[in-house]
């Protein structure tokens, strides 16, 4: 039997009879991908058939790695992208609004955010108010890792491709200019990937999802003239693990320092908008 969310509309699907927002909130699925071709008429009148486009998840949270990812599914390898970005209870939540623009900005299919509160487990300074952002580099893992943060949001973002049906899922995490998260090394990626394989319904009927780290091996120089070749405004995108409800950046936590690196070794103008004057040594 096969499953029933691997499907969808075939006008759903590929624009014959479609209209915005007809499937968005769990409409069932009535036929196969596989077998979608429905005929539809351009603008000179004349029938054609449709060509249809790999779809796609793609994590957005509103930050500069992520924002890249999103241009590289949307604009390079033309998924059909859905963004989805999590409100988990950040400290730093400008990074939502960030997201949505860069949503738009992208061309996202949609755009998602989800609702969890990770904050009432603790264990992190941006969900702990009572835990301060380090503004100096220390050793072993920082206090600004959520624990099991990416296993979290990439479990809920597995489960909506399932929905859609769709053929990937995109993550920005990054095992080069990082802050030694645990849940960003490529070990972690590919121990959820072999889980994937073996929780949905699509992997056991021969069609995984397949997991998509583009920027894993890049470092955040790379990442910045990757983005800017992609037309990414890094101008609205949030870093800062301190940005205020505007989105200007402390200019001092981890996350700052390694953007400005990034823009340094690049060789291109920091676009951040900051706070206050910041220590360019």
């Known amino acids: 039997m096969r499953c029933r969310h691997a499907a969808r509309c075939c006008s759903r699907r590929c624009g014959g009879g479609?209209?915005?927002?007809?499937?968005?909130?769990?409409?069932?699925?009535?036929?196969?991908?596989?077998?979608?071709?429905?005929?539809?008429?351009?603008?000179?009148?004349?029938?054609?058939?449709?060509?249809?486009?790999?779809?796609?998840?793609?994590?957005?949270?509103?930050?500069?790695?992520?924002?890249?990812?999103?241009?590289?599914?949307?604009?390079?390898?033309?998924?059909?992208?859905?963004?989805?970005?999590?409100?988990?209870?950040?400290?730093?939540?400008?990074?939502?609004?960030?997201?949505?623009?860069?949503?738009?900005?992208?061309?996202?299919?949609?755009?998602?955010?989800?609702?969890?509160?990770?904050?009432?487990?603790?264990?992190?300074?941006?969900?702990?108010?009572?835990?301060?952002?380090?503004e100096v580099p220390g050793d072993g893992i920082p206090v600004t890792y959520v624990p099991a943060r990416n296993a979290v949001f990439l479990s809920f973002a597995l489960a909506w491709a399932e929905v859609l049906d769709a053929d990937f899922l995109y993550s920005g995490v990054n095992a080069v200019d990082y802050s030694g998260y645990p849940d960003c090394r490529p070990e972690f990626i590919a121990a959820f990937q072999a889980m994937a394989n073996l929780a949905t319904c699509r992997a056991v009927e021969g069609r995984p999802i397949v997991l998509r780290t583009p920027l894993m091996?890049?470092?955040?120089?790379?990442?910045?003239?990757?983005?800017?070749?992609?037309?990414?405004?890094?101008?609205?995108?949030?870093?800062?693990?301190?940005?205020?409800?505007?989105?200007?950046?402390?200019?001092?936590c981890d996350a700052c320092r390694l953007r400005q690196a990034g823009f340094a070794a690049a060789g291109l103008p920091d676009v951040t908008r900051y706070r206050g004057p910041v220590d360019s040594g």
Not at 47 to 63: D, K, M, N, P, Y
Not at 66 to 88: I, P, Q, V, W
Not at 237 to 246: I, N
Request: net charge positive; hydrophobic share 40%; with cysteine.
């Open 18 to 134: 479609w209209s915005p927002g007809s499937w968005r909130n769990g409409s069932s699925p009535t036929a196969s991908r596989s077998a979608c071709r429905c005929s539809s008429t351009n603008i000179s009148g004349a029938s054609s058939v449709a060509i249809e486009r790999q779809r796609a998840v793609v994590l957005l949270s509103g930050g500069m790695d992520s924002a890249t990812c999103l241009a590289l599914a949307a604009r390079r390898d033309g998924c059909e992208s859905h963004a989805l970005s999590f409100d988990y209870g950040q400290r730093h939540r400008a990074e939502l609004d960030a997201a949505a623009v860069v949503a738009r900005q992208l061309g996202a299919r949609e755009h998602r955010i989800m609702r969890i509160d990770l904050g009432a487990l603790g264990g992190s300074a941006l969900t702990d108010l009572g835990i301060a952002v380090p």
């Open 217 to 252: 091996s890049l470092g955040k120089a790379e990442i910045i003239r990757l983005g800017s070749g992609l037309g990414v405004d890094f101008a609205a995108t949030v870093s800062c693990y301190q940005a205020d409800a505007s989105g200007a950046a402390c200019g001092a």
